[in-house]
């Protein structure tokens, strides 16, 4: 997983000092309802797919972006589920940072479902009722908000 040039750049401005950036999840669900899941490579965790906003790239843009890269699904977003602010994450080397993630709700328009880049060891489609292990726990957190905007039609901000 290489660390994008626009952040080693500011790394060497910044060192390890806290770090806020544009982020991106996708729920992307098939017309059978199932959800598209990655294990990334870092951690073995089953996750929703996710990245980073390069500068001045449209979110929505990111998101499609970073999933046809991590899975080799072209997908188009429908809707915005959240905008979350995350906890802040200190990596192995000691960069500190928070993500502001844009949470969105997609369908699949093309593709196959494959391990697109380095970021991930497996990628599938799963029945929500039957979802892999070892499971991020960002999944749970997702499916819930997802719940809360198809039961209401209305993103969530926190």
């Known amino acids: ?12 401005k ?14 992307v669900r098939d017309e059978a309802g199932r959800i598209l899941l990655g294990q990334r490579s870092d951690n073995l965790l089953w996750s929703l797919p996710s990245g980073i906003s390069e500068p001045g790239e449209p979110m ?10 991590e899975t080799g699904v072209k997908i188009e977003v429908t809707g915005l589920i959240a ?20 949470f969105f709700d997609c ?7 494959v391990v697109g880049d380095d970021e991930s060891v497996a990628v599938g489609w799963f029945d929500p009722s039957d979802l892999p292990e070892p ?3 960002g999944v749970a957190r997702g ?14 901000f926190d």
């Open 60 to 69: 929505s843009l990111t998101c499609t972006r970073e999933v046809l890269e």
């Open 14 to 27: 910044i060192g390890t000092d806290e770090l806020w950036l544009p982020g991106v999840t996708a729920l």
């Open 83 to 102: 905008i979350h602010t995350t906890a802040p994450v200190t990596f192995p080397n000691g960069d500190r940072t928070i993500f502001v993630d844009h």
């Open 135 to 137: 499971l991020s726990p």
């Open 107 to 113: 369908r699949p328009i093309g593709g196959e479902a």
């Open 1 to 12: 997983m290489a660390t994008p040039e626009f952040i080693l750049k500011l790394r060497e």
């Open 143 to 156: 499916l819930e908000r997802a719940r809360v905007y198809a039961e209401t039609g209305r993103a969530q």
